[in-house]
């Protein structure tokens, strides 16, 4: 798995992955820092057929919880003008987008917006924001709906405390998290 700055070609998939309109995640990409975890499909199919020595169900849901990039994500890149290279015709390997985290700073403090992704790998996110506050002597805050477990997951396993309550999302009960970086 690699982490890398979300770019504008990602919104579709970011949206896909968060369920929220192309149009949102895009102004996301554009005012706050993105990172995007990407599985390189080579990884991923090394992955299914070194299956013999792999618990069978492990690897049904490894698969499952893959999210598939389509061509519409910006798997094609301008060259010059005019001409398109594809990445399979340039890398020969292609990503899969498999989850994202959103920060940015206000009042000296480090502040998740959004992060998406299974478990563990929205823990391996969250090392983003964390490496960005503690190198800035802030700390971070993360504002998590009860309903998310994997975040909530996620947030804990990487050394965030619960602080109380959040601010209530429409119906929804949050947590506010809190990791001392700083």
Same mark, same amino acid.
């Given at each position: ?10 919104? &579709? ?19 706050? *820092?993105?990172?995007?975890? &990407?599985?390189?499909?080579?990884? +991923? ?83 983003? /924001?964390?490496?960005?506050? +503690? ?6 805050? =993360?504002?998590? /709906? ?5 975040? *909530?997951?996620?947030? &804990?396993?990487?050394? =965030? ?5 959040? /601010?209530? =999302?429409?119906?929804?009960?949050? *947590? ?7």
């Amino acid at each position: 798995m690699d982490v890398r700055d979300a770019v504008e070609s990602d919104v &579709e998939t970011l949206g896909a992955i968060a369920d929220l309109p192309a149009d949102a995640l895009r102004n996301v990409v554009h005012d706050r *820092t993105v990172r995007v975890a &990407e599985r390189q499909r080579d990884d +991923a199919e090394s992955e299914m057929s070194s299956g013999s020595d792999t618990n069978e169900s492990e690897t049904t849901d490894n698969q499952d919880r893959t999210i598939e990039a389509g061509s519409k994500n910006g798997d094609e890149r301008i060259a010059n003008e005019g001409d398109t290279i594809d990445d399979d015709e340039f890398t020969g390997e292609k990503s899969d987008v498999i989850g994202f985290v959103a920060f940015d700073v206000r009042d000296g403090t480090v502040h998740v917006t959004q992060l998406a992704g299974e478990a563990t790998i929205a823990e391996t996110l969250l090392a983003e /924001p964390i490496r960005f506050a +503690a190198t800035e002597g802030f700390d971070v805050e =993360f504002v998590v /709906p009860v309903s998310e477990e994997s975040a *909530t997951t996620a947030a &804990e396993d990487a050394g =965030f405390e619960a602080i109380g309550r959040g /601010p209530r =999302f429409g119906d929804e009960t949050t *947590t506010r998290y809190r990791f001392n970086a700083g």
